[in-house]
Nanobody, 122 residues
Framework: QVHLVESGGGSVQAGESLTLSCATSGAPTYMAWFRQAPGKEREAVAGFYSPGSIEYYADSVKGRFTISQDGAKVDMKMDNLNPGDTAMYYC????????????????????WGQGTQVTVSS
């Protein structure tokens, strides 16, 4: 059983930065950050394909968020935050390769963390 533990959430002002970290007990092939705001569906934010060191980003965060992997930890640095980024952020992991894998599809991930709250005030 793989365990994911997120950290780094908090409350900040618009324009400030936060770095989220996700520590995994397994060997990831794909890892990603999703977020879910109240009343909204869970959406993909950023992803990382370990074997190829490939990064994926949602259009809404390109140029502001940066995902990186360091061993069994995946960080996501979030710059220039705005109130629209307020949500619960979840780390997700898939440990095996999959043909047709979609980094932004929650169903393609096997393991999830408990989430860490990010609140951005204007």
């Amino acid at each position: 059983q793989v365990h994911l533990v997120e950290s780094g959430g908090g409350s900040v002002q618009a324009g400030e930065s936060l770095t989220l970290s996700c520590a995994t007990s397994g060997a990831p092939t794909y890892m990603a950050w999703f977020r879910q705001a109240p009343g909204k569906e869970r959406e993909a934010v950023a992803g990382f394909y370990s074997p190829g060191s490939i990064e994926y980003y949602a259009d809404s965060v390109k140029g502001r968020f940066t995902i990186s992997q360091d061993g069994a930890k995946v960080d996501m640095k979030m710059d220039n935050l705005n109130p629209g980024d307020t949500a619960m952020y979840y780390c997700a992991q898939r440990s095996s390769f999959k043909w047709g894998f979609r980094w932004d599809f929650p169903g393609d991930y096997d393991y999830w963390g408990q989430g860490t709250q990010v609140t951005v005030s204007s």
